[in-house]
């Protein structure tokens, strides 16, 4: 696979992905193989940084003058506290995972929200519908912040924490008073009437990974009616999803949110509008 980058001079931009661990990202080959092909004269490189080693890190990357990086599991929220300037949508969900550095300044951005967005909307408008998400983590609130300022009129949230759901939308109940938002603890027996009068679902657990097999909810509360957004891109088709298509409902997997996620950054730091199809087609081919 070409990485486009053996011609790396004084003046290649440097561009990195803070997280721990980060051997396993498909960003670098995802933004290098898109720099390769517009002929840009940028670098993606991965740098596994411990918690404690964070600030560290980022000052040091802003004194050497780097363009930007992304931030993944498990940096998100600790980043913002080392940042100059957050976006309103970022510090509605609560995480950065782009930062563009612009004269030694610190800019934070959310993609993973949007990124999400424009992918399910290739399906199904959000506007004025209700979703159901399964999860109470970061991909969780990236959906629930996406999907909120997208103009759906309810949402629903299932998880096997009680507590942890209820936070999660107490704390969007702040963000979106004007918002239906309501939970009910996957082991509730009304879980099942949540999930049967939302027409959109959203899997946020990594349940249905192949290091995670398994259903997140019971293939039994799934119709005809369903669309389904499973986050998890690793397999392709979960067993959600089969048992979605089974029931008659319409999916799609998370390697699109992915895609798009690095495609806002990508133009967040270099002002190109990149080919998402493109990116997309080289996550699929890293992959297999
Ligand atoms: P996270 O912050 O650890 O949150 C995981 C959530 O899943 C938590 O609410 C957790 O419940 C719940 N959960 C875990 N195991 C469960 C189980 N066995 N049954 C029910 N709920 C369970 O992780 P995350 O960063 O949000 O990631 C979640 C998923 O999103 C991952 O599969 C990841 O691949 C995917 N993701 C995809 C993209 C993309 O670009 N496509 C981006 C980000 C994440 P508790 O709160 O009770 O612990």
């Known amino acids: 696979m070409s990485t486009g980058h053996i011609n790396i001079t004084?003046?290649?931009?440097?561009?990195?992905?803070?997280?721990?661990?980060?051997?396993?990202?498909?960003?670098?080959?995802?933004?290098?193989?898109e720099f390769d092909r517009l002929n840009l004269d940028y670098v993606y490189i991965p740098a596994g940084v411990k918690a404690e080693e964070l600030e560290a890190c980022v000052r040091g990357l802003a004194a050497a003058g780097v363009v930007g990086f992304n931030v993944t599991i498990p940096h998100k929220q600790n980043i913002m506290k080392y940042l100059t300037e957050?976006?309103?949508?970022?510090?509605?969900?609560?995480?950065?995972?782009?930062?563009?550095?612009?004269?030694?300044?610190?800019?934070?951005?959310?993609?993973?929200?949007?990124?999400?967005?424009?992918?399910?909307?290739?399906?199904?408008?959000?506007?004025?519908?209700?979703?159901?998400?399964?999860g109470a983590g970061g991909a969780a609130r990236a959906v629930a912040v996406g999907a909120l300022l997208a103009g759906i009129s309810r949402l629903f949230i299932v998880g096997r924490n009680l507590e942890k759901i209820k936070a999660l939308a107490e704390s969007l109940m702040l963000e979106f008073p004007e918002k239906e938002i309501a939970v009910r603890a996957l082991d509730d027996p009304d879980a099942g009437n949540f999930v049967g009068e939302s027409n959109i679902l959203v899997n946020c657990t990594p349940v249905g990974m192949e290091s995670n097999p398994g259903i997140p909810i019971p293939?039994?509360?799934?119709?005809?009616?369903?669309?389904?957004?499973?986050?998890?891109?690793?397999?392709?088709?979960?067993?959600?999803?089969?048992?979605?298509?089974?029931?008659?409902?319409?999916?799609?997997?998370?390697?699109?949110?992915?895609?798009r996620q690095g495609a806002l950054a990508f133009k967040i730091w270099t002002g190109i509008e990149p080919d998402v199809e493109r990116m997309e087609t080289t996550l699929r081919r890293t992959l297999s």
């Open 86 to 134: 957050i976006s309103p949508e970022a510090q509605k969900i609560g995480a950065v995972n782009t930062v563009k550095i612009v004269d030694g300044v610190l800019h934070g951005y959310n993609t993973d929200a949007p990124g999400w967005v424009e992918d399910i909307q290739q399906d199904i408008l959000l506007e004025r519908n209700t979703l159901c998400m399964i």
């Open 219 to 259: 293939a039994e509360w799934l119709r005809e009616h369903h669309y389904v957004y499973d986050t998890i891109y690793v397999p392709a088709e979960t067993e959600l999803m089969k048992a979605t298509r089974q029931a008659g409902g319409a999916v799609r997997g998370g390697l699109g949110m992915l895609a």
């Open 10 to 33: 004084g003046k290649t931009k440097v561009l990195a992905i803070l997280g721990d661990p980060v051997e396993h990202s498909l960003s670098p080959p995802m933004h290098n193989g």
